[in-house]
Structures are given as C-alpha cells and as structure tokens.
C-alpha cells in the first residue's frame, strides 16, 4: 500500500506498507519540507501473533522504540513502551491500557514525560461512530479536548473533528475504483489564524 499527500505549504509525506510474512509488517513514514530540520523518516516493524502485538521502531535523529500488547481478557489488553530520542538524549517509559466492545472502544496512557491521555468510541450505528479524547501534559500545564465523528457512506468516507484550541478538521475519502481512493483534508485554527489544504492519492488495501 501507498499513500501520498502534499500541502499547500509545501509539506510532503509519504507512507508505505508491506506484508513481509503473514504477522510481520513493515510500514514507512516520510514527511519532507522546506524548513531545515523539520523533515522525518520512520521504519516500523510490526509482529501481530495469537494474543499479543509487538512493534520495533527506528527513525531519523537516532530515534529508537518499541512497544508491546498483551491481551489478558476477551476485553481487556495491557500494555507499555519505551523510547530513546539520541540526538536530544532524552528516554521515555509508557503505560497503556485498552477495552473495548462490539459497541466501544476505551483508551487510556500515561508517559513519564507528563503525558496523560484518554479516548473513548462509541459505534452509534453501522455507519455512524463518534469519539472523543483528553490529553494533559503535566510538564506545560497544557490540556487539550477534542470531539469527531466517522461517517461511512456507499463510496466515500467523512470524518471531522474540533478541539479546544479552535481547530476544526475535516477528511474525505472516496473510493475511485478497487484499490484506488481519492483524499481531501482541510483544516482551519481559528486562533492562530492558519489555514491548511491537502490532497492525496491511496493506491492498495490496508
């Protein structure tokens, strides 16, 4: 699979995913600009067995990581990860835990960097899902709140969201053909008076 957006301030990203084997996934994540410093590149390994996913990661900045989740009910998986940035060496530890239904997902974790976060979806109907989310960052003394919503239609898909520092997003997605979607993204902060277009092609399943 192959995805590709481009902004209308310049930025570029790129993401690739590949099977290796039938639970080992390679995935790739580029983002390119103009502005010196800012362009990333990120390599994931991800390893899915019977009850449990693993994931190793390795990025620009002698970034490197992994995680790991372990289903421990039908319901109910536990988690951590652990993360060190060399370029700034700074190292970080964190804690996750999942549940979720046939009707609702529900996410919490929690970082020793200060970071606290939480998310809860709910399946309204086949078609229809909203969400919600908190984060706090004990270190700023910053905290953000958000709400969206996920609408499958026939041939395309709609999502939305807005958070607390006034910014409103917007996806679609259209199916062209098999394999084959189109996508729009606008996103508008009211605050800080930016306003962002994007496009992109989807070329593969997921």
């Known amino acids: 699979m192959l995805v590709g957006r481009i902004l209308t301030d310049?930025?570029?990203?790129?993401r690739v995913k590949c099977d290796l084997t039938d639970n080992l996934t390679m995935k790739i994540n580029a983002?390119?600009?103009?502005?010196?410093?800012?362009?990333?590149?990120?390599?994931?390994?991800?390893y899915k067995g019977k009850d449990f996913r693993s994931q190793l990661q390795l990025g620009n900045n002698a970034f490197y990581g992994g995680n790991y989740i372990q289903s421990v009910s039908p319901h109910l998986?536990?988690?951590?990860?652990?993360?060190?940035?060399?370029?700034?060496?700074?190292?970080?530890?964190?804690?996750?835990a999942r549940y979720n239904t046939d009707k609702m997902i529900a996410i919490g974790q929690f970082a020793s960097t200060g970071i606290v976060s939480l998310s809860y979806v709910q399946k309204v109907s086949?078609?229809?899902?909203?969400?919600?989310?908190?984060?706090y960052n004990h270190m700023s003394r910053d905290s953000t709140a958000s709400v969206g919503y996920d609408y499958l239609l026939r041939q395309c898909r709609l999502r939305g969201r807005i958070d607390t520092n006034g910014c409103v997003a917007a996806y679609l997605e259209e199916r062209l053909n098999m394999g084959v979607n189109f996508v729009l993204s606008a996103e508008i902060d009211h605050w800080?008076?930016?306003?962002?277009?994007g496009f992109g092609m989807t070329v593969g399943e997921l």
Request: aromatic content about 16%; overall charge positive; glycine content about 12%.
């Open 10 to 14: 310049g930025r570029l990203s790129a």
């Open 77 to 96: 998986a536990l988690g951590g990860e652990i993360f060190w940035l060399g370029h700034q060496r700074k190292s970080g530890v964190g804690f996750a």
């Open 126 to 135: 086949e078609k229809v899902s909203l969400a919600s989310d908190f984060m």
């Open 31 to 46: 983002q390119l600009t103009n502005e010196p410093h800012y362009s990333q590149g990120m390599f994931n390994f991800d």
């Open 192 to 197: 800080k008076k930016d306003y962002k277009f």
